[in-house]
C-alpha cells in the first residue's frame, strides 16, 4: 500500500541502527510505568534487530519537559519495564543533552546484539523544530535509521524525519502494520464503509470529515461535536458545548455529503445533566426537547441502536472519538455501546488512537478489534488525507 522500505529491505549484520520509537508512557510517583502498551508495540521490531545481530539505539520522548533536563521526564523508567519485556539487559544512558561524548563513547563500546536508551529526546529544545545540528549528533551514532514511532509521525522533528535526512532508512513494523491496514482503509475499503467521529470539537474534524465523505457510506456523529450539528439543524441543545463558529461549516458539511449520497446520522436522544460532573442530576430526552438549564454529555439508548444497526452491517469501520463523557461513568454508556457493537460485529474495525483507544482499553475490548492505532494526531491526519512527514521523509523502495 505504501513505497517506503521496510525491515526486510536492509541488512542490519553488524550495523549500528538507530530506532525511533514512542515511549510516551504514563508514570506514577514511584518511578513505574503504569501502562506499558506503547512499550510492548515497539518490541517486535527490536527482537528483530536483536536476532540480526544489530547494535539497537532506541530513541524517544516522554511528554513535555519545554526543551530542558527535568528528571521527572527520564526513560529510565522505560528501560526497567523494557527489560521485563524483552527478557534482556537494556542499557539507559543517562545525559542532560541526550548526546554527548560519553554517550557516543558508550554507543561504540557496546556489542552487536546490545540494546540501548537514550534519553528523552525532548530535553533538547532543537528536538520539535527539527534542529539540525541534533539530528546530526543523533544521526553520528548509527548507520541505519528505523522510525517505528508513529504516534509522532505527524510530526517533523530531529529525532525522525531530522535523522531521516541523514541515514538509509525504513519503517519498523509497528509503523508498517498502522500503515497496511489504514492505508487499505483510506484507498480500498471494503463496503459499506462507516466512519465513527465525536470528541468534543468539530474544528478538529472538518478536514477528517470532508476527506471521508468521499470515502464511506456512512458518518456517525456523537460527542460533544454533535451538539453543533445539531444547532445546525436549528435544534436548540440548552448548555450543551457548542462552537459557534462552525454553525455554518457543520450546515455544508451535512448539505454536501447529502448531495454526493453520503448518510449522516446525528443521535435522536441523548444524555442531559444539570453539571458537568458524575455526580449530576442527569436523565434522557430526545433531542427535540433539550432543557435549556441542561448540557448533553452522552448520547441515548435510542442512538446507541441505530449506530449498533448501522455497523452490524458495515465490512470496515473507523472509529475516532468518544461518544460522550466516557471518563465519567454515568456518561460512559454511549461509547461503550458502540465500542461494545463494534465487538460483536465482523467487520474490520479500526480504532483511530486518543480517546477512542483509551476508551476501548477502559471496556476491556482491546482482542475484539481489528486494529488500534497507536497514535491519535497521526491517524487523524491520515484520515485527512494529509501527509505524515516522519514517513515521507523515509527512504524509497529501490533507493540505495
Keep these: 500500500m505504501f513505497n517506503k522500505k521496510i525491515l526486510s529491505d536492509m541488512e542490519f549484520k553488524h550495523k549500528s541502527v538507530i530506532v525511533r520509537c514512542d515511549f510516551n508512557v504514563p508514570i506514577d510517583e514511584k518511578g ?67 548526546v554527548d561524548n560519553s554517550v557516543k563513547q558508550k554507543v561504540l563500546s557496546a556489542e552487536y546484539g546490545d540494546v540501548l536508551l537514550l534519553e528523552n529526546t525532548r530535553f533538547r529544545e532543537e528536538e520539535k523544530h527539527n534542529g539540525a545540528l541534533f539530528a546530526e549528533e543523533l544521526a553520528s ?26 541515514l538509509p532508512s525504513c519503517v519498523g513494523l509497528l509503523v508498517e502494520k498502522e500503515l497496511e491496514i489504514m492505508g487499505k482503509a483510506m484507498s480500498d475499503a471494503e463496503r459499506p464503509f462507516t466512519a465513527i467521529l465525536g470528541g468534543s470539537k468539530v474544528s478538529d474534524k472538518i478536514g477528517v470529515i470532508k476527506n471521508l465523505a468521499l470515502k464511506v457510506d456512512y458518518i456517525l456523529i456523537g460527542g460533544g461535536m454533535m451538539f453543533t450539528f445539531l444547532k445546525a439543524l436549528g435544534k436548540e441543545i440548552g448548555k450543551s458545548i457548542v462552537e459557534e463558529e462552525q454553525i455554518e461549516t457543520a450546515k455544508s458539511i451535512i448539505d454536501y455529503c447529502k448531495e454526493i449520497g453520503v448518510v449522516i446520522i446525528l443521535p435522536k436522544d441523548v444524555v442531559v445533566a444539570d453539571s458537568f460532573n458524575n455526580e449530576a442530576n442527569f436523565h434522557t430526552v430526545k433531542v427535540e426537547n433539550i432543557p435549556s438549564n441542561m448540557m448533553g454529555l452522552d448520547i441515548g439508548d435510542e442512538a446507541v441502536g441505530e449506530f449498533a444497526d448501522v455497523i452490524l452491517k458495515s465490512k470496515t469501520v473507523l472509529w475516532n472519538g468518544p461518544m460522550g463523557v466516557f471518563e465519567m461513568d454515568n456518561f460512559a454508556k454511549g461509547t461503550f455501546g458502540v465500542a461494545k457493537a463494534l465487538a460483536e460485529s465482523a467487520a474490520t474495525t479500526i480504532i483511530g488512537g486518543g480517546d477512542s483507544a483509551s476508551a476501548i482499553h477502559k471496556f476491556g475490548l482491546e482482542n475484539k478489534m481489528s486494529h488500534i492505532s497507536t497514535g491519535g494526531g497521526a491517524s487523524l491526519k491520515l484520515f485527512e488525507g494529509g501527509k505524515l512527514p516522519g514517513i515521507e521523509c523515509i527512504s524509497e523502495k529501490g533507493e540505495l
Design 32 to 98: 513505574n510505568v503504569t501502562d506499558e502498551k506503547r512499550i510492548i508495540a515497539a518490541m517486535p521490531t527490536v527482537k528483530y534487530l536483536m536476532e540480526k545481530e544489530a547494535k539497537v539505539i532506541l530513541l524517544s520522548h516522554l511528554g513535555r519537559p519545554k526543551g530542558k533536563y527535568d528528571k521527572t521526564f527520564s526513560l529510565a523508567p522505560v528501560a526497567k519495564s523494557m527489560e521485563k519485556i524483552l527478557g534482556a539487559k537494556v542499557s539507559f544512558i543517562e545525559s542532560e543533552r541526550v
Design 141 to 166: 551514532l548509527g548507520e541505519i535509521f528505523v522510525n517505528d514511532a508513529f504516534g509522532t509521525a505527524h510530526r517533523e522533528h530531529s529525532s525522525n524525519a531530522g535523522i531521516a535526512s541523514l
